[in-house]
């Protein structure tokens, strides 16, 4: 099946092997609801097929029987002479209805029927086994109703079901056709719609399969209708972006734990080869081994920097997650930064509503804008003023924080936000370029948005975060 | 000090142990679990440091059966670097935690703050270092009977201070006591914030009751 529709897949158009469409779940259950539709047209047809018989038969046997007592009374009142003369008149006239009048002994005195002499009441019976007429086509149904008289005699009065049998045949006439259109129609759509789903369900499918063979670039096309499908391919479709995202990010990541981890290592190293020198003094040896120490530190540190990302864009925290008081959080940040600042030879200035709370970690949130102040505190000529912003806004809250530094290059300020990502003039900074990487992580669990802005001149995050739930 | 270790890996007990017991500390260690348990329950230490990861019990479990067994001794847990979330679950169970790899002298400052943390504390109303009092009801500080000036924030630095009085205390500490800050910000923001606090309390009397620990953190005590 895997190679069958492999072979289809290299055409732009496709057909579809029967085989497949009849296995199709769309199909079975077409072919399920035609059958069902067409055993309920049979039990439909089959019960009016019946009540329209059984009313014709009635109809006949009440005309049946009323001439039988219409003859009976001729007979009761003027005798066996005058019945003979009216059956026979009638039988000469020929209308519907046919009679047989017979003596005692059998002998048919008038009529056309055949004369029954062994039952009385109601019978029935093919025309040509009482005739001896074997020719079957021409052989009717007769329904007779005989009836003994006063001395002896037999009268019979009966009529062929000719009428029926025509109404017989004419509803199987509609009744088989109109069947076999509904089972033609269910099936041929039923096969019609999944030959619909399964093309939709290929060209998922061979996306799928392209992705798996490695094209990771591959998206499952959308018609634009705006159906089930196109909302699931489109679905899919974001979902595919999500993980090569992630790909990406983690392959760019391990390449730059790699890069980045080498400088630290390379240095420690050499402080512990420093150390092995036998000539090496106490004091210069307490300075090596000092060295070495930070070295280490730095390697701990961007690690516990890294997984705390992780932890964080794991998202295990929302859990946690509470009404915190955002004004506070800024408050206390500021208040922490503000001496920190100003021996810095720069300005802290603070413009915070009060009372505006988000849904989150106060921990992290603390993080967040610790994080930003550093950044703005470190990467930014002396005299530069930083501002810490807080509004409430109708869809949740507003904080900023802004300075009047050099700024960041518009070109540059998407890929600050990656893991290492330092700006080039920031290199001979201290620092991991995990910072920001740390900002977004937080920012994105708290469903937040960040925007890296020119404050003209420097640089203007602002963080938008969504209204609580 | 009376210190009960537990903890599987083999270097760092060592590396703890070793290091108390330079402090002049007895320091019992178990290995694992169980061991820790039955030593916990029977001896009377001043303090317990336990490991979060250990092979079979694990730590949380440790104590919380250690709790039932109606043993008090405070707990100092060590988590592995980046535990986020087992400082909320450590703090609910023990008393304070403190992340791998860590320095030895924030350990020591732990652990003494933890031994000397009075079982119930009695609510005082005035903490007094040498001639530094604070009220804690009017929120009001003097020093030699003149009144000083303090930001909310100073206040409840100079608290910690004072209430850990004699103790080291680390700079992570004071981070996580007065800024409710449970993470490592490059800025030295602590530095400069005991830097004015030592100008409020200390500038202009005869005696320095704010000291600065190198490699360790800073001390408030009255002068010996």
């Given at each position: 099946m895997r190679s069958s529709w492999k072979r289809c897949a290299a055409r732009d158009t496709c057909f579809v092997p029967l085989p497949r469409l009849v296995r199709t779940a769309s199909f079975r259950l077409a072919a399920l609801y035609a059958i069902g539709f067409a055993a309920c047209v049979l039990l439909l047809g089959a019960a009016a097929f019946w009540s329209t018989r059984s009313a014709l038969e009635k109809q006949l046997t009440r005309r049946i029987e009323a001439e039988m007592m219409l003859l009976e009374q001729e007979f009761r009142a003027s005798g066996i002479d005058r019945l003979i003369a009216t059956v026979q008149q009638r039988t000469r006239v020929r209308g519907n209805l046919d009679y047989f009048v017979a003596d005692p002994a059998g002998k048919r005195l008038a009529g056309d029927l055949p004369v029954i002499s062994d039952r009385l009441g109601w019978v029935a019976y093919d025309s040509g086994e009482a005739t001896g007429e074997?020719?079957?086509?021409?052989?009717e149904r007769i329904l007779v109703l005989v009836k003994q008289l006063d001395g002896g005699f037999r009268l019979g009065v009966g009529e062929d079901l000719e009428q029926v049998g025509e109404m017989e045949d004419t509803f199987l006439g509609i009744l088989v056709p109109a069947l076999g259109i509904v089972l033609v129609l269910g099936i041929g759509g039923g096969l019609l719609l999944s030959a619909a789903f399964l093309r939709r369900v290929d060209m998922i499918t061979r996306t799928a399969d392209a992705i798996i063979d490695g094209d990771l670039s591959r998206r499952i096309e959308r018609t634009g209708s705006g159906d089930d499908f196109d909302h699931l391919s489109a679905t899919l479709n974001v979902m595919l972006d999500r993980i090569v995202g992630l790909m990406e990010n983690l392959r760019q990541v391990s390449n730059d734990i790699a890069h980045d981890l080498r400088t630290p290592l390379s240095r420690l190293r050499q402080d512990l080869e420093e150390a092995q020198k036998r000539e090496l003094t106490a004091p210069e040896l307490k300075r090596v081994i000092e060295g070495a120490v930070a070295e280490a530190d730095v390697l701990l540190e961007t690690f516990s920097a890294l997984l705390r990302i992780a932890q964080i864009e794991a998202g295990i925290r929302r859990s946690a997650f509470r009404a915190v008081d955002l004004s506070d959080v800024l408050r206390t940040v500021a208040e922490a930064y503000l001496p920190a600042v100003e021996e810095s030879g720069r300005a802290l200035r603070t413009e915070i509503a009060d009372g505006v709370q988000v849904d989150g970690d106060r921990g992290l949130l603390s993080q967040l804008f610790v994080n930003l102040v550093e950044n703005a505190l470190r990467h930014t000529p002396d005299g530069t003023t930083i501002t810490l912003r807080l509004s409430r806004q109708p869809a949740g809250a507003l904080a900023e924080v802004a300075d009047t530094g050099t700024g960041i290059p518009a070109d540059e300020r998407a890929k600050?936000?990656?893991?290492f990502y330092r700006l080039e003039r920031s290199r001979?900074?201290?620092?991991?370029?995990l910072g920001l990487s740390t900002v977004a992580a937080i920012v994105e669990l708290h469903h937040a948005a960040i925007e890296l802005l020119d404050n003209a001149p420097g640089l203007r995050v602002v963080i938008r975060f969504p209204a609580r739930a | 000090m009376k210190v009960l270790l537990i903890e599987d890996d083999v270097k760092t007990a060592a590396y703890v142990k070793r290091g108390l017991e330079e402090h002049g500390h007895v320091v019992d260690s178990a290995g694992n679990g169980r061991d820790g348990l039955f030593l916990a329950a029977g001896e009377g230490y001043d303090v317990m440091i336990v490991d979060?990861?250990?092979?079979?019990?694990d730590g949380l479990g440790i104590v919380k059966a250690a709790r039932a067994a109606g043993v008090t001794t405070p707990v100092l847990f060590l988590t592995t670097m980046g535990g986020i979330d087992d400082r909320v679950e450590g703090l609910e169970v023990g008393d304070d935690y403190l992340v791998k790899p860590f320095a030895f002298a924030e350990l020591m400052a732990r652990i003494n703050a933890l031994a000397r943390r009075p079982a119930i504390a009695q609510v005082p109303t005035v903490l007094r270092v040498a001639d530094l009092e604070m009220d804690l009801i009017g929120r009001k500080v003097r020093r030699a009977g003149r009144e000083i000036e303090l930001q909310p924030r100073e206040f409840r630095l100079l608290e910690y201070l004072m209430r850990n009085a004699g103790r080291v205390l680390t700079r992570t500490m004071l981070l996580e006591h007065v800024w409710e800050f449970h993470f490592e910000p490059r800025t030295n923001i602590v530095e400069t914030h005991i830097s004015r606090l030592r100008s409020k309390?200390?500038?202009?009397?005869?005696?320095?009751l704010l000291e600065t620990v190198r490699g360790s953190g800073y001390l408030l005590r009255a002068p010996t």
């Open positions: 074997k020719q079957s086509g021409e052989s600050v936000f990656r893991r001979t900074t201290p620092g991991s370029g | 979060r990861m250990l092979p079979g019990l309390i200390d500038r202009g009397f005869d005696a320095e």
